[in-house]
C-alpha cells in the first residue's frame, strides 16, 4: 500500500515491515523522455551463421527466417513464434528461384502486426544483408505507421554498412501498405551497402506508438 508520498509499505519474508520508495516520473520531464526511449522494442538482424549466439544474447523470442531452403531454419530454444518465409534473393524471376510475390510479404507484415515486442524479434536471411534488411525495414514501418520513413532508413544505415535491402521486397511492401513510393525513396536515399560476404549483427529501435516524426506534407 503506497502513501501520498510514494512509500510503499512491504512485508519481509521475517515478517517485520519493510519500506519501499517508488518515484513516479513526471510524463514531461526528460527523465520520463529518457524512459521512454527505453521501452522502444528492438529487431535484431543477422545471417543465419549468428541466430543461435543472437537469441541467446538477446534473449530473442520471435524470428523471422527468410531463406530459399527452408530446411535451414533452425529454432532455438526459448523462441515461442518462428515464421519461415521460403523466397530467394532475387529481383527478378529466375529459373530454380522463388522471387517474393504478394503473398511473400503478405506474410512479413501480418508478422508484423501479430508481434509481441515486449521481447525481441530476429530478423534473418542466408548472409544478413538483403532480405532480412529489407524485412526488418519492412517491420519497422508497419510497427511504426507514424514514423518518417526516411528516419527509418537512415537509423538501419548508421546501425549497418553492409545492408542492402531487397528493393524488390521493399517496393511490394510500399504497394502494400499504401506508402506512396515513400519507402522506396528512403531506401534509394541511404544507397546500397558495402559489399560483404556476411552481414555483421546489428539492432533497431522500433518506438511506442505514437512517437512518430512524420512530416505533415508526407501524407
Same mark, same amino acid.
Given at each position: 500500500?503506497?502513501?501520498? *508520498? +510514494? !512509500?510503499?509499505?512491504?512485508?519481509?519474508?521475517?515478517?517485520? &515491515?519493510? @519500506? $519501499?520508495?517508488?518515484?513516479?516520473?513526471?510524463? %514531461?520531464?526528460?527523465?520520463?523522455?529518457?524512459?521512454?526511449?527505453?521501452?522502444?522494442?528492438?529487431?535484431?538482424?543477422?545471417?543465419?551463421?549468428?541466430?543461435?549466439?543472437?537469441?541467446?544474447?538477446?534473449?530473442?523470442?520471435?524470428?523471422?527466417?527468410?531463406?530459399?531452403?527452408?530446411?535451414?531454419?533452425?529454432?532455438? *530454444? +526459448? !523462441?515461442?513464434?518462428?515464421?519461415?518465409?521460403?523466397?530467394? &534473393?532475387? @529481383? $527478378?524471376?529466375?529459373?530454380?528461384?522463388?522471387? %517474393?510475390?504478394?503473398?511473400?510479404?503478405?506474410?512479413?507484415?501480418?508478422?508484423?502486426?501479430?508481434?509481441?515486442?515486449?521481447?525481441?524479434?530476429?530478423?534473418?536471411?542466408?548472409?544478413?544483408?538483403?532480405?532480412?534488411?529489407?524485412?526488418?525495414?519492412?517491420?519497422?514501418?508497419?510497427?511504426?505507421?507514424?514514423?518518417?520513413?526516411?528516419?527509418?532508413?537512415?537509423?538501419?544505415?548508421?546501425?549497418?554498412?553492409?545492408?542492402?535491402?531487397?528493393?524488390?521486397?521493399?517496393?511490394?511492401?510500399?504497394?502494400?501498405?499504401?506508402?506512396?513510393?515513400?519507402?522506396?525513396?528512403?531506401?534509394?536515399?541511404?544507397?546500397?551497402?558495402?559489399?560483404?560476404?556476411?552481414?555483421?549483427?546489428?539492432?533497431?529501435?522500433?518506438?511506442?506508438?505514437?512517437?512518430?516524426?512524420?512530416?505533415?506534407?508526407?501524407?
Amino acid at each position: 500500500m503506497a502513501d501520498d *508520498d +510514494g !512509500v510503499v509499505m512491504v512485508r519481509m519474508s521475517d515478517g517485520a &515491515d519493510g @519500506v $519501499a520508495v517508488v518515484h513516479e516520473p513526471d510524463p %514531461a520531464s526528460p527523465r520520463a523522455a529518457d524512459d521512454l526511449i527505453r521501452q522502444a522494442a528492438t529487431i535484431v538482424v543477422c545471417p543465419l551463421s549468428r541466430v543461435a549466439e543472437m537469441v541467446a544474447q538477446h534473449e530473442v523470442a520471435t524470428i523471422l527466417s527468410l531463406l530459399g531452403d527452408t530446411g535451414m531454419a533452425l529454432t532455438p *530454444d +526459448g !523462441v515461442s513464434h518462428h515464421l519461415v518465409v521460403q523466397v530467394n &534473393d532475387i @529481383v $527478378a524471376a529466375a529459373d530454380s528461384m522463388i522471387l %517474393a510475390d504478394t503473398r511473400h510479404i503478405q506474410q512479413v507484415i501480418d508478422f508484423a502486426r501479430s508481434w509481441d515486442d515486449s521481447a525481441p524479434m530476429l530478423v534473418h536471411c542466408f548472409a544478413g544483408i538483403s532480405r532480412s534488411t529489407a524485412s526488418a525495414f519492412i517491420v519497422a514501418c508497419v510497427r511504426q505507421p507514424d514514423r518518417d520513413e526516411t528516419e527509418i532508413a537512415a537509423e538501419l544505415r548508421a546501425a549497418s554498412t553492409t545492408a542492402s535491402p531487397n528493393r524488390h521486397f521493399v517496393e511490394l511492401a510500399d504497394r502494400m501498405l499504401h506508402r506512396q513510393g515513400r519507402m522506396v525513396a528512403a531506401i534509394e536515399q541511404i544507397g546500397p551497402g558495402v559489399p560483404a560476404p556476411e552481414g555483421v549483427p546489428f539492432t533497431l529501435s522500433v518506438r511506442p506508438s505514437g512517437t512518430g516524426t512524420r512530416s505533415a506534407s508526407a501524407g
